[in-house]
């Protein structure tokens, strides 16, 4: 691979110049276009397959690479430094969970973009460049996402999304959604009354693949927008580590799932808009990481629920409400842990390639979406 960045402790490869852009004042010559962010955890053989895709997507742009391994058992971070000695491995002696893993990378990326990509995906050969692209042309939109297909080249639902109200909850669950999926508000959960190919702005994007403004997490649209007219180098103020009222970077109160919708949330909130690309495609290979775990798996992903009704819903409806939305997310849990528990005494998964150490019994964090 041929990027500007440099394994965790080696000698910085020396970075290529990039042309101003729109979104940002006049980089310096050392200034990286786009800095990747990959959680990975026993995923060798598809992580070894995503760095590749990536190099394949470089492009004449300055990119650099982080691998943040939550204690992976495979060999997965041997790999990377023995094939792929340019990109920085932050070797993680837990599992520390998805969102805090992305930010121990995020607060070392030096990337006008930062790209948070799954393990288990493959990227076209322009993908990089398209995102870079968009983004240069809309200032205002501070992440993007594109089409996400399975790897049978079906469209992943998950690709565009609405937060998850009260309402637009019933509409999914009662199976509204999939009556009226050309409603725009029955379909609204996974949109999926908007043509798949072409840009719409949405609300939340998959966490396995997402293109965001670093200037977007420090500050809010407002803010970044002053600065500029103010001539201020927002790289620069980054560099100095200044910033303003912006998100941030992921909520760690999230162990796994929920942390793509509430950083959306938070990046809505601060007056940048949130697209998606549907000219542009990765592959994901979902649940590579995560099916080993399944009751755990499950756990989470209903406690992340709780945790952004709780934290961005719950002001805005009364008691009885809430109380209905609580109720039933923990019969869905219940319900959930029922099924997957006779599923998984009737066929047991085994995922090849994920080795795990007698007696552990942890959550998995690398998959997203």
Known sequence: MRHGCAV???????????????????????AVDVSVVIVNYN??????????????AESDLNVEVFVVDNDSVDGSVEMVQAQFPEVRVIANRENVGFGKANNQAI???????????????????????????????????GAAGCAILNPDGTFALESRRAFPTPAVAFYRVSGLSRLFPKSARFGRYNMTHLPRDQKAEVDALSGSCMFVRRSALA?????????????????????????????????EDFFMYGEDLDWCFRVKRNNWKVMYVGDQRVIHHKGASTRKRPQKMNFHFHRSMMVFHRKHLV?????????????????????????????????PVVVPGAPERPGEDRALSAEQG
Request: charged share 25%; hydrophobic share 40%.
């Open 8 to 30: 965790y402790l080696a000698r910085m490869a020396a970075p290529r110049s990039i042309p101003s852009t729109p979104a940002e004042a006049s980089p310096s010559v050392d």
């Open 43 to 56: 995923v060798k053989a598809l992580l070894e397959q995503v760095l590749r895709s990536l190099a394949r």
């Open 107 to 141: 607060d070392q990326a030096r990337g006008r973009y930062i790209f948070v990509l799954n393990p288990d995906t493959i990227v076209q050969e322009d993908t990089l460049t398209a995102f870079v692209r968009f983004m240069n042309a809309h200032p205002d939109a």
């Open 219 to 251: 500050f809010s649209h407002d803010e970044a927008e002053a600065h500029r007219t103010a001539g201020h180098d927002l790289l620069d103020l980054l560099q100095r580590g200044e910033r303003g009222s912006g998100p941030g970077g992921f909520d």
């Open 315 to 347: 002001d805005r409806y009364p008691f009885f409400v809430n109380w209905l939305v609580y109720s039933g997310i923990g019969v869905r849990f219940a319900v959930r842990s029922l099924t997957t528990l006779v599923k998984s005494r009737r066929d």
